[in-house]
């Protein structure tokens, strides 16, 4: 049982418009992730670390992403096991990345 997330957020440089550069967290889908084989990710709901998978999914899934930390998927809303406990409240992850 893994959690089958579709769209994480990556780190992208933007230009303000005073001509300095930033980085900001923007939704991306987990297939163009790892084609453009972004360095920095994480999940779009709890920010915690997320393995990628779609190069080689064995069952035909399609890409997608995965908790690498149970505690995270019990309390994030996208993770499988917050989705067996109704009633459970979201928190952030205990290890974001920020």
């Known amino acids: 049982m893994a959690d089958e997330i579709y769209h994480v957020e990556v780190k992208r440089?933007?230009?303000?418009?005073?001509?300095?550069?930033?980085?900001?967290?923007?939704?991306?889908?987990?297939?163009?992730?790892i084609t453009e084989e972004s360095p920095e990710y994480r999940c779009k709901?709890?920010?915690g670390k997320v393995k990628l998978h779609g190069?080689?999914?064995?069952?035909?899934?399609?890409p997608h992403a995965e908790h690498r930390s149970r505690q995270d998927s019990e309390y994030c809303p996208a993770g499988t096991y917050f989705r067996q406990n109704p009633g459970r409240?979201?928190?952030l992850s205990l290890n974001p990345i920020e």
């Open 13 to 33: 440089k933007f230009r303000r418009s005073d001509g300095q550069n930033e980085l900001r967290w923007v939704v991306r889908p987990v297939a163009d992730v």
């Open 45 to 47: 709901d709890c920010y």
């Open 89 to 91: 409240t979201p928190k």
């Open 55 to 62: 190069k080689n999914v064995a069952d035909g899934r399609a």
